[in-house]
């Protein structure tokens, strides 16, 4: 491999998500289509908030790292996406919401008690990469949300079109995520152009979105094992109840 | 809860043990009954190589931190079972020589570049465990050994038994490991019969030998779910020839 021109490192970038990026899990493709039970999204909803609550762990580790105020005021608009202004407000509050609404036990949800251990090893990792990389990798590895746009629309129209326990105040955490994912994966992007010039960060930040994919794909992975047909729940993980 | 005396502690661990020790995951059944093919069982020995490899980094990460030599001696005998005394020797050598008797390319095996991100995901959950927890936590996670006995007679025998590209050399791992896992199990439980003395720290080493039972429980549901029928490998992970 030789040095990619900015755009052509943003193509390759592009590939790594069209063929990595878990809106081509079965188990992503089942919720959309409606092809899940309550007890299946009620999982789905509970194994991806932790996901959600350690996301501003995962940016408070990079904030700490970042060299410039600069660079820390820029990314800690994420954290006051996630945390909020005030009790209840923010992206992790209104995914306990989410939770509510599709019948979870928010003080269950936040127990962590019913987790899948492959959801946990995955989103701690993603915690470690981010504490551990040169934060150019750290960087990189938030470009999945340069996808997201396309798979929040098809998960919301999806899930209201199928599921007559979902309604849009359930999926209220969506609506401003359409917004801020492209105005934080542009400011990423724009990073990554900018700093992976050379042959091995070039490589070491499409390493970086690959393993970020991983994450995401695994949490599919191990949801799709212990909850849809024939279903191999992990000793004490949830049990959707009936 | 209330204070547990040390033998009852010791059923309390034994008792997870029952309930969550790998033996009982359907891949592990499905290993040792010879319902795999021999591309399933180079799924196995692959991504369980990535185990054996992280295991001294776990143990020499542990060592870095016990407090007295004596504890470190006690221990750096784990380093020695696995690294071995010279090139070749050792469990991490003699496993890359049961993936290559199963058919790998053991080039291809330690590059790790067809690990499930699930098993990496688990794997490095063990050690960063070990680093972050206290040593006490840390050495009960070890505890999962107090049931491999059983296991690997189990997997000896009915490997030996069921495929016949597998023979007693491919398995030469096996053997030591009947003698040192007891020997390890034995000084580490003594070790948490003697330091877990409170109901918080009791709590904390049932907790830490759940995590572990976690750890190897979910690195089969992601074999099972990537490698055993219908089949989900993730993208850029091993997939059998054939």
């Known amino acids: 491999m030789s040095v990619l021109s900015p755009d052509d490192?943003?193509?390759?970038?592009?590939?790594?998500?069209?063929?990595?990026?878990?809106?081509r899990h079965p188990f992503h493709r089942a919720l959309h289509e409606g092809r899940l039970d309550r007890g299946q999204v009620q999982a789905w909803a509970l194994?991806?908030?932790y996901y959600q609550s350690r996301i501003p762990a995962k940016d408070a580790t990079l904030i700490a790292r970042l060299p410039t105020a600069e660079l820390r005021r820029a990314w800690r608009s994420r954290?006051?996406?996630h945390d909020g202004d005030a009790p209840g407000t923010g992206g992790v509050a209104r995914w306990l919401r989410?939770?509510?609404?599709?019948?979870?036990?928010?003080d269950y949800v936040e127990s962590l008690d019913g987790l899948l251990p492959g959801t946990r090893f995955a989103v701690d990792a993603y915690v470690h990469?981010?504490?551990?990389?040169?934060?150019?990798?750290?960087?990189?590895?938030?470009l999945t949300e340069l996808f997201s746009p396309t798979i929040i629309a098809e998960r919301v129209s999806g899930m209201l079109a199928h599921y007559d326990f979902v309604d849009r105040d359930t999926l209220a955490y969506f609506t401003p995520r359409l917004e801020q994912a492209p105005k934080d994966s542009a400011f990423a992007l724009d990073y990554v152009r900018a700093h992976a010039t050379t042959e091995e960060t070039q490589a070491a930040v499409l390493a970086a979105l690959r393993f970020k994919c991983g994450v995401l794909w695994s949490m599919l992975d191990a949801l799709d094992y212990a909850y849809v047909s024939p279903g191999h729940v992990p000793p004490g993980a949830f049990v959707p109840a009936g």
């Open 9 to 23: 490192l943003e193509d390759a970038l592009r590939a790594i998500g069209a063929e990595r990026y878990h809106n």
């Open 47 to 49: 194994n991806r908030f």
């Open 98 to 106: 989410l939770a509510s609404g599709v019948g979870l036990d928010p």
């Open 129 to 142: 990469f981010v504490a551990g990389r040169s934060i150019l990798e750290a960087i990189a590895s938030s």
């Open 79 to 81: 954290l006051i996406d």
